[in-house]
């Protein structure tokens, strides 16, 4: 995702709205981006929390401190951002006037999401039989692994300092209000890889963090200094999300 794609297919029409311009080679681009803005897919089966992928909605249990819940592909959720990506190919077809109402949870989903919290533990296996080793999927071996507590550690400073620089944009300003919810969620995506358990988890909350960084920088009126400083705080977190991943 990228703001200056020349081949883009889809515009985010949200972003467009807000002076922003935010460009997607595909529709799994557009659809990844949108979850910025709060799309989902997924839900959360106790408070009705909404993340992109079913980590999100994990890495939200152990922020929240919520036990006995679960989380569940919403399939009300999943059309209403299909719809969305749609309306973004370009040449756009409709001006921009506020995101769609979010659809209440779809009962039968939310049925039978809660029914599997409620299904018995498998039996321990029988003493003496050799157990099973699970293998990871080829290219997943690191789904599991915890990501080194310095990496997270630099990540959430780098965060916590840029989401500070965000916060001196005046309040007169015309981007103030969507500035303020980019501050909201980058700090929200900050506490969340304090929590998560897996390289997976922490790398779907870096790559929305990231984008709520290029987002800011894509707007941001000041000297050439401050400009390259801010792009500056963008690539080392880039490249820290390449590290964990082991690029």
Known sequence: MAAN????????????????????ATAANMKSHLAVHGYGPWR?????????????????HRAAGEVGVGSYLDPALNARINQEVQECRLPHQ????????????DPTALAAAVAALAQPPQAPPVAGAAAAVPQPPSGQGLVASRVPGSLITQAVNIAVAFSNTMDE??????????????????????NCIQG????????????????LMQLYCNILDGTSDEIDAANNEVDVMERLRRTMRGE
């Open 44 to 60: 959360c089966t106790g408070c009705g929390y909404i993340g992109r992928r079913r980590e999100a909605i994990t890495a939200h």
């Open 196 to 211: 998560v358990q897996t390289t997976k988890e922490v790398d779907d909350n870096m790559e929305l963090m990231v984008g």
């Open 5 to 24: 794609n020349n081949n883009a297919g889809w515009r985010c029409r949200e972003c467009l709205s807000n002076g922003t311009t935010v460009n997607g």
């Open 94 to 105: 409709n001006p921009w006037t506020g995101q769609t109402v979010v659809p209440r949870p």
């Open 169 to 190: 944009v005046e309040e007169d300003d015309t981007n103030y209000n969507q500035v303020q919810t980019w501050i909201a969620l980058l700090r929200h995506h900050a």
